[in-house]
């Protein structure tokens, strides 16, 4: 089985990552919390309560995980396009694969990398809607001290299957949408290029970017839910499950709840997958 695609994966998702943190801790905050009044309102609270940190709470544990997350999904969306094309990616240019091989492996690296995220996930999303101010003192302590400490919490309050809050909602979300982000990359890259050769360092900026957006727009209605039901229970249980968590959304706050935190969602994507992208298939081409 070849390895590159699962290292590339890993150092382009860290790039992506890093450039893409802030973006994310507002939108779980507007996604989550109803004390915001849209994206500059949340973006000014965060910065005179909690300081530039406050936009990077959470984000040590997704570091850690990425080289496993995005690993799995670049490694697996690649070696199910070999079994399914038995063409390696050195030779799919010339022998381009169908959209629908695409998108089983997109769909198949979607659904493995979203077991691997689930717990990650749940860790960061619970510690981006920490509110408390960093070391301050005379402040009362944030519930959990740090990834290490929440997920210690969680693991002995809810036992190891509470470390996979919301991990169905994050299955639900990622193995169709993910077939999307990469059929969405492919055809991009191949309009903008000609026969057989490789995309140009701008289309495959253009490409991934868009295929960022595309796939966030899609993803965000189940995004909703996965982060409402990732803090469900924490001070009281609101939902009985993925299905009430819907019902209960929709009918508190009507049909636009499953578009929150869509703006942001998307100016996050695009710059968050062009980078990913690019370093992903440079990485490639560098190893030979
Ligand atoms: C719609 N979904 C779930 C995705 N496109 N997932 C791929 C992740 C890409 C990048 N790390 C990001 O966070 O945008």
């Not at 994206?39 to 997704?62: A, N, W």
Request: net charge positive; hydrophobic share 40%; proline share 7%.
């Amino acid at each position: 089985m070849p390895v590159e695609e699962f290292v590339a994966g890993w150092i382009s998702g860290a790039l992506g990552l890093v450039l893409g943190h802030p973006f994310d801790t507002v939108k779980v905050r507007l996604q989550t919390q109803t004390t915001y009044q849209g994206i500059t309102d949340c973006m000014v609270k965060i910065y005179r309560h909690e300081s530039i940190l406050g936009f990077f709470k959470g984000m040590s544990f997704p570091i850690a995980s990425i080289a496993v997350v995005n690993s799995v999904l670049f490694g697996v969306y690649s070696n199910s396009l070999l079994a399914l094309t038995a063409t390696s990616h050195r030779e799919r240019r010339a022998q381009p694969p169908s959209y629908t091989h695409v998108f089983i492996a997109g769909c198949a690296g979607g659904f493995m990398q979203a077991y691997c995220l689930a717990p990650f996930d749940l860790i960061k999303v619970r510690l981006q809607n920490q509110t408390e101010p960093r070391a301050k003192p005379g402040s009362p302590p944030p519930r959990y001290r740090g990834p290490v400490h929440c997920a210690t919490s969680i693991f002995q309050k809810e036992g190891p299957r509470g470390l996979f809050r919301g991990a169905w909602a994050l299955t639900l979300r990622d193995t169709p949408t993910l077939g999307i982000y990469f059929v969405t990359y492919e055809a991009l890259c191949r309009q903008g290029t000609p026969e057989g050769q490789n995309p140009s360092s701008s289309t495959v900026l253009v490409a991934g970017g868009f295929a960022g957006i595309t796939s966030w727009i899609t993803a965000t209605p189940l995004d909703v839910i996965k982060s409402r039901m990732q803090m469900d229970g924490l001070t009281r249980k609101a939902y009985q499950g993925l299905l009430d968590c819907v019902v209960s959304s929709m009918r508190q706050e009507g049909p636009g709840v499953f578009f929150r935190g869509l703006t942001i969602n998307s100016a996050r994507a695009f710059p968050v997958n062009a980078v990913t992208f690019l370093s992903y298939e440079y990485l490639l081409r560098w190893w030979g």
